[in-house]
């Protein structure tokens, strides 16, 4: 019987890096490494349970990560910006990644990643501030700028640029909040502009399409999505999800930096971004090429379906 490939997986243990072991489960032509600083964390214990291999690895050590990668066919590199808000943190863990997978000999990398705004917007345009001295979307620009740390060192890498997750309607606070009247309001600094969005799951999916493909893919950004929609027509579908009605609330991106709450001003910015260059950034995420890699890609009222009552209505 021919040996299955391995496929590591960096943080195994969240979302975008659970997804993918998941759907190496139930696909069962990859065997999965899962890469966690905790391996003896429920977590982890869970991805033993679906047959995944789970060894210790820690992103701020390239020999703990060269150790893991060795002897696998593939790896899945992400960074958590959201851990550390840091982006020269950031670009340093992609660069340990990099050079990991450039030792240990990885011969199909996708990194998670997102384009550095800095190439249309420079950051002595007066239209947003400038963050952490250099940046106008840290967590965008940093991962943008790590490109790279692969591609300097031959790294076969297929660069995946990923859009906002619908989860973070139920896990990070994004979803509709009650107004005084009583309405529930969605709000985001988008205007009318379209919001690219997707499962968490369907980015797992997508992914083992991509490493199912192998060297087609190499050298490619892939942009992916379930569906672009309007703040408008979000709050539309989750009306007819929740059975009570959104309104949607194009805020300003200045009153949404205002807010205070850690990465607020990021996170201003990020939106301010997708609506001044909605064409450029919609464009960069084909849904028909990633129905080719995922054939069932969910769109939103899909997802609502099975998600909607998991949003919690303040």
Same mark, same amino acid.
């Given at each position: ?10 943080? $195994? ?20 490494? =899962? ?14 349970? %679906? ?5 210790? =690895? ?17 790896? !899945? ?22 050079? $990991?997978?450039?030792? =240990?000999?990885?011969?199909?990398? /996708? ?11 420079? /950051?002595?345009?007066?239209? %947003?501030? *400038? ?10 620009? #940093? ?20 859009? !906002? ?23 985001? +600094? ?5 919001? +690219?969005? /997707? #499962? ?5 999916? /997508? #992914? ?13 950004? *892939? ?8 703040? $408008? ?17 194009? %805020? ?5 930096? $205002? ?7 990021? %996170? ?31 769109? !939103? ?10 949003? +919690?209505?303040?």
């Amino acid at each position: 019987m021919a040996r299955r490939k391995v496929i590591a997986i960096v943080g $195994a243990t969240g979302a975008q890096g659970g997804g993918l072991a998941r759907a190496l489960a139930s696909d069962g032509q990859f065997k999965a490494r =899962a890469l966690t600083r905790k391996p003896d964390s429920d977590a982890a214990k869970r991805l033993e349970t %679906m047959g995944a291999e789970v060894v210790q =690895a820690d992103l701020d050590d390239v020999d703990s990560l060269v150790a893991a990668f060795d002897g696998v066919d593939g790896a !899945f590199c992400l960074t958590n910006f959201w851990e550390h808000l840091s982006a020269e943190k950031e670009k340093a863990q992609a660069e340990n990644l990099a050079e $990991a997978a450039k030792r =240990a000999g990885v011969e199909h990398v /996708i990194w998670s990643t997102f384009s550095d705004t800095r190439a249309h917007l420079p /950051i002595d345009d007066e239209r %947003m501030p *400038v963050l952490q001295g250099e940046y106008n979307v840290p967590h965008f620009d #940093a991962k943008g700028e790590a490109h790279q740390y692969f591609t300097d060192r031959g790294v076969p890498t297929t660069f995946l640029a990923t859009s !906002f997750y619908w989860e973070n309607l139920i896990l990070l606070g994004a979803g509709p909040k009650r107004a005084p009247d009583g309405v529930l309001v969605l709000a985001m +600094p988008l205007g009318n502009a379209k919001l +690219p969005g /997707i #499962a968490v799951e369907d980015i797992g999916r /997508i #992914a083992l399409g991509v490493f199912e493909r192998g060297p087609e893919y190499v050298g490619k950004t *892939v942009g992916i999505a379930g569906e672009h929609l309007t703040g $408008a027509e979000m709050a539309e579908q989750l009306t007819e999800a929740l059975g009570e009605e959104v309104r949607y609330l194009a %805020m300003s991106a200045d009153d949404y930096r $205002a807010l205070g709450f850690p990465g607020a001003d990021e %996170m201003g910015n990020m939106f301010q971004f997708k609506r001044d260059f909605n064409e450029l950034y919609v464009g960069e995420r084909d849904l028909e090429e990633c129905r080719r890699l995922h054939p069932q890609l969910l769109d !939103f009222r899909s997802w609502l379906a099975q998600n909607a009552n998991r949003i +919690p209505l303040d």
